[in-house]
Nanobody, 117 residues
Framework: QVQLVESGGGLVQAGGSLRLSCAAS????????MGWYRQAPGKQRDLVAD???????KYRDSVKGRFTISRDNAKNTVYLQMNSLKPEDTAVYYC???????????WGQGTQVTVSS
């Protein structure tokens, strides 16, 4: 089992920045990719960005150039630096970890990000 604990959400004005952190514990040796998803009210949960153990990254188009995902394997922590935030970025952000081979998904409890206009 893998446990994920998120921190760093909050309320920010449009154009501002936030940094999310997600610390993994437990069977961390089984983890390959870690990432962030978000879910706005009434919408599906979508990938924001992810990063493999080797450092390959992937972003959804709407956050490219504004968000940066990074990972500290020594601390078993993944970060999401969010700059130039927009009201449409408002959502609950969930940390995700995928097992090697992709057979299992682990989720954090979610952290609210609210961007006011």
């Amino acid at each position: 089992q893998v446990q994920l604990v998120e921190s760093g959400g909050g309320l920010v004005q449009a154009g501002g920045s936030l940094r999310l952190s997600c610390a993994a514990s437990g069977s961390i040796f089984s983890i390959n990719a870690m990432g962030w998803y978000r879910q706005a009210p009434g919408k599906q949960r979508d990938l924001v960005a992810d990063i493999t153990r080797g450092g390959s990254t992937k972003y959804r188009d709407s956050v490219k150039g504004r968000f940066t995902i990074s990972r500290d394997n020594a601390k078993n922590t993944v970060y999401l630096q969010m700059n130039s935030l927009k009201p449409e970025d408002t959502a609950v952000y969930y940390c995700n970890a995928k097992s090697i081979g992709g057979s299992r998904d682990y989720w954090g409890q979610g952290t609210q990000v609210t961007v006011s206009s």
